[in-house]
């Protein structure tokens, strides 16, 4: 459970807790996050806390988050009509 805010040092001192909780550290190739600023500073974090982790260059953006994205922006243009 988190329980501070969700800024990049707090997740990615998390993540690496439980990555090494389970001994999954060395494992740890690519991190696919959401556009949030915040998972930006996480990938930079996990460098210092995470052996090997190459920070942002292992940072994949979701897709389907950012398909989703341009679907909601899609649907409530004032240019779109969803009845033809």
Same mark, same amino acid.
């Given at each position: 459970?988190l ?7 707090? @997740?990615?001192q998390?993540?690496?807790?439980c990555?090494?909780?389970f001994g @999954?550290?060395?494992? @740890?190739?690519t ?6 600023s915040?998972c ?8 210092t ?5 190459r920070?942002? %260059?292992s940072r ?7 398909v989703?994205l ?11 009509s %969803?009845?033809?």
């Amino acid at each position: 459970r988190l329980t501070q805010s969700h800024t990049g040092s707090y @997740l990615a001192q998390v993540t690496a807790d439980c990555l090494k909780r389970f001994g @999954l550290e060395k494992k @740890l190739h690519t991190l696919t996050m959401d556009n949030a600023s915040n998972c930006d500073a996480t990938a930079e974090h996990l460098v210092t806390l995470i052996d090997g982790f190459r920070g942002k %260059l292992s940072r994949s953006r979701c897709f389907p988050h950012t398909v989703n994205l341009i679907a909601k922006v899609r649907v409530s243009s004032p240019f779109c009509s %969803l009845t033809g």
